[in-house]
């Protein structure tokens, strides 16, 4: 899958006011790690609403790796097989690829009591270091090792302790969560991580006959079961497709329903899209928009949920590039994930960066371009400029958006845009 579309390109031209509905797939950051959570235990898992994504097939592999099956059923939804062994290691070659392959730690450890997982590197993001998932696991007695660019973690039983996060790491808590569903005694995650997909994976281990409360909130407290079964579950919707959505028809105007999507996982992006004009509304099963002929320029600021998500932003400035007026764009979560601003500056935005922040000051219309995706919400936020830059731009290295939607194309031309993958 990911070898097909190794250099992929786009091609985008002016297009709108976008019309139709779209269906909002399910969260690609909360299936990589329910597929994660499947090492935990023995037996046959379906997870339904799992994106067709090239991160899902990386996961899929590492599984694969470790001596899962995972396959693809008829009906769409994802088979996951734990035989009673597994090899409890995850190779360079798939964690460079995705970093959300260090998910498998605080399950391995948990389930086998060992594990071997390459280090992370660095990414457009700047660095992502995962010390906190480490020093949190060793709170549960976990000892680890870093030799040869991998970590070796080891512990006999894990057992339940109390862990204050520096910091609401979305990765460290869920690694944390699903360590300390097999742990001995109790483990409170103080400071932990609100993400709907935090809750969606408690829900999924619950269900597992874990004992978990509490997700969703700051204090998590887990109290260790001596065992779990496999289980069938449904993926959240994918609030990160939902708000790229948003932002194509903010940008391009007209109107849109996002079948699927939940407005109550979008609180502060839907009120920051409001006062840029966008008239958006909960549906019984979806989310309603329409956008004004010109979006209005605004503040944004990104922090841990429910504050606006860092995937976001990227969306949020290709909308403002385009505003009428002034704003500024704070990015508080990930230092160094501006490297798109250069794109959209090609294209005609006029946009600088001051440290963590941005000053956008909105130009009527954008110039098609030639421009390269460096993430996949960069990417996806240049295709979304795009749709309002004169001419046509081609957005080289594609395969990143590939790896976070599925169907894109297809669905931005099933409502009016003019995307090719030529
Ligand atoms: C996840 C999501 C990502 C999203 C992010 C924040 C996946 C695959 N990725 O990433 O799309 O943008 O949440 O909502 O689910 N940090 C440390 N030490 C650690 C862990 C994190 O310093 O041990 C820092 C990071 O560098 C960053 C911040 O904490 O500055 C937030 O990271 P975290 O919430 O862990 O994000 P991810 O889980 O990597």
Not at 43 to 70: C, F, K, W
Not at 125 to 147: K, V
Not at 236 to 263: C, H, N, Q, S, Y
Not at 346 to 353: H, L, N, P, Q, S
Request: hydrophobic letters at 45%.
């Amino acid at each position: 899958m990911c070898e097909s579309v190794a250099v992929s390109q786009l091609v985008v031209r002016p297009s709108g006011p976008l019309s139709g509905e779209v269906p909002v797939g399910g969260a690609k950051n909360s299936a990589l790690k329910l597929m994660a959570a499947c090492v935990l235990a023995e037996g046959r898992y379906v997870l339904r609403n799992v994106p067709d994504i090239a991160d899902v097939a990386t996961m899929g592999q590492l599984l694969e790796a470790m001596g899962m099956s995972v396959r693809r059923r008829e009906d769409g939804a994802l088979e996951v097989v734990r035989p009673a062994v597994i090899t409890p290691e995850a190779p360079y070659e798939l964690v460079e690829r995705m970093r959300a392959s260090s998910a498998v730690l605080g399950p391995l450890l948990a389930a086998v009591g060992q594990a071997r997982v390459a280090i992370p590197g660095g990414d457009d993001f700047g660095s992502r270091p995962i010390d906190m998932h480490l020093s949190g696991l060793e709170s549960l007695g976990a000892t680890f090792e870093l030799t040869h660019g991998m970590i070796e973690g080891r512990a006999d039983r894990l057992r339940g302790a109390e862990v204050v996060l520096d910091y609401p790491s979305v990765g460290a808590t869920e690694n944390l969560l699903m360590a300390g569903v097999l742990a001995s005694g109790r483990t409170t995650v103080q400071n932990a991580a609100r993400e709907p997909e935090i809750a969606d994976l408690a829900a999924f281990l619950n269900r597992m006959g874990a004992r978990v409360l509490g997700a969703g909130s700051p204090t998590i407290t887990i109290d260790g079961v001596a065992e779990l079964r496999a289980v069938e579950h449904t993926v959240i919707p994918d609030r990160i497709e939902a708000a790229t959505f948003l932002a194509a028809v903010a940008v391009a105007g007209g109107e849109l329903t996002l079948r699927g999507a939940r407005a109550d996982h979008l609180e502060i992006l839907i009120e920051r899209m409001g006062r840029m004009g966008v008239r958006i509304s909960p549906e019984a099963d979806g989310i309603w928009a329409m956008a004004p002929a010109r979006p209005r320029a605004t503040d944004v600021a990104t922090l841990p949920y429910p504050g606006l998500a860092t995937d976001h932003l990227p969306l949020l400035v290709a909308v403002l590039s385009v505003a009428d007026g002034t704003s500024y764009a704070t990015e508080n979560v990930f230092a160094g994930r501006f490297r798109y601003v250069g794109e959209l500056a090609r294209m005609g935005a006029r946009v600088r960066v001051d440290g963590h922040h941005l000053v956008i000051d909105g130009v009527e219309r954008l110039s098609g371009a030639p421009v390269r995706a460096v993430d996949i919400r960069a990417g996806a936020a240049l295709v979304v400029a795009a749709l309002r830059a004169d001419g046509e731009t081609v957005v080289h290295d594609a395969e990143h958006v590939d790896r976070g939607y599925e169907g894109f194309i297809d669905k931005l031309r099933a409502v009016g845009a003019d995307v090719e993958r030529p």
